[in-house]
């Protein structure tokens, strides 16, 4: 399963505990049929590399929303998290744990919430695999709907939300060549390379009964604007890719996920998020498709998300609609290729069924924006 298809299906990326009066903190649970770990093996290999373990570690794992495998390791005196690819074949550059292992690793010192990391191990005699080990960030996920227990009032939601676009306007401020991140990615051009390789996706993975979105892609082509910078980027920014402290629940204590991070146009990064921001005007598909909370009073809306990023950035965009409009595009080909294997019967989950109504609702409102834009 690719993370993509993992994080649109999953109606619950972690195992949650809950108990009266308290805030729910995610934790792992029974480890999946097929997906056991060699536990001796990653103890015998963690103890070279982290002084004064004890004990033998109790293993949960962490039921999707990404496509590498997670597992907790919790030891008497140290709580872990390890990171290794699923088994089968890989395509090139996809699962790379060396990568993203060394992304957290350098950006620690710059960007405090990214996980602290132990070890990686590419030795695979060990397990099989290269995998990474880092310190678990103890916290609230905030998904679809947030814990009961929170009791989020209005204003609230609204700090917990601007506290997550801080996160995402200072990772975009982080100097990456002092980071020593000055290859993670090819820079500039990237507007036109996504462009482009999301336009030869979709071709691939056209079904009969889907738009062809042939206006969007000329209309995204045609106005590919120069990048507004090079920087940082996360790539796949959503509330369900932090975490929250339990004792202050608006904080933002970590960011998780960075197997998609590169160099590249901060609006871009922009755009991509708002196309999983539903608010309570959007139509019935999208509310019934929420992977956030995003819809509760208290939070912005995507127009006000656009405006408070470039009040606190300082960036204006001649072109917005743009970005918005590759974000839904962008999203519409994740949307196509997981359902091109539904069609096809590479896969048979039925959660997949529909998600071709999915292009078409995505469809419509890409060429509403374009509408509007010619109108400006």
């Known amino acids: ?20 009066g308290r805030t729910v903190i995610d934790q792992g649970g029974p480890v999946r049929h097929g997906e ?3 536990v001796a ?5 963690l103890k070279t590399k982290l002084d004064g373990l004890i004990g033998q570690p109790k293993v949960t794992q962490y039921s999707g ?23 089968g074949t890989k395509a090139a550059g996809a699962h790379d744990m060396a990568r993203e292992y060394h992304i957290q690793y350098q950006l620690k010192s710059v960007y ?3 996980p602290s990391m132990v070890a990686l191990c590419q030795d695979q005699s060990v397990i099989g695999c290269d995998f990474y080990v ?3 960030i103890a916290g609230i996920i905030p998904r679809a709907n947030l814990p009961r227990d929170l009791q989020f009032t209005a204003p609230r939601v609204r700090e917990l939300c601007l506290n997550m676009l801080d996160q995402l306007v200072a990772l975009h401020q982080v100097d990456y060549h002092h980071a020593g991140l000055e290859n993670l990615g090819k820079g500039e051009g990237y507007c036109k390379r996504q462009v482009e390789g999301w336009d030869a996706r979709y071709e691939k993975s056209l079904t009969w009964n889907v738009p062809s979105y042939r206006k969007v892609r000329a209309w995204l082509k045609a106005n590919t604007p120069s990048d507004s910078k090079t920087c940082i980027i996360h790539n796949d920014w959503r509330f369900d890719n932090v975490v929250l402290s339990a004792q202050h629940p608006t904080r933002v204590i970590g960011v998780l996920d960075w197997e998609m991070a590169t160099l590249g146009d901060p609006l871009m990064d922009l755009g991509s998020m708002l196309a999983y921001w539903v608010q309570p005007d959007d139509n019935f598909l999208f509310r019934a498709s929420r992977r956030q909370p995003t ?12 405006h408070y990023y470039q009040q606190k950035t300082g960036t204006t965009a001649e072109n917005w609609m743009f970005y918005e409009i590759f974000g839904l595009f962008r999203l519409a080909v994740i949307i196509q290729q997981i359902y091109y294997r539904y069609h096809h019967k590479q896969t048979r989950n039925p959660a997949f069924k529909h998600f071709w109504l999915m292009g078409h609702a995505l469809h419509r409102r890409c060429l509403r924006l374009i509408r509007q834009s010619a109108k400006v």
């Open 112 to 114: 405090p919430v990214v």
């Open 295 to 306: 819809q509760l009073p208290g939070m912005l809306s995507r127009q006000e998300v656009i």
């Open 65 to 87: 929303g990404a496509s590498n495998w997670t597992y907790r390791l919790e030891y008497p005196d140290q709580d872990l998290i390890l990171r290794r690819p699923p088994t």
């Open 41 to 45: 093996a990653v103890d015998r290999w």
């Open 134 to 136: 880092m310190h678990r």
């Open 36 to 38: 056991e770990l060699d």
């Open 1 to 20: 399963m690719s993370k993509h298809e993992s994080s649109l299906v999953a109606a619950s990326d972690h195992s949650k505990v809950a108990s009266p």
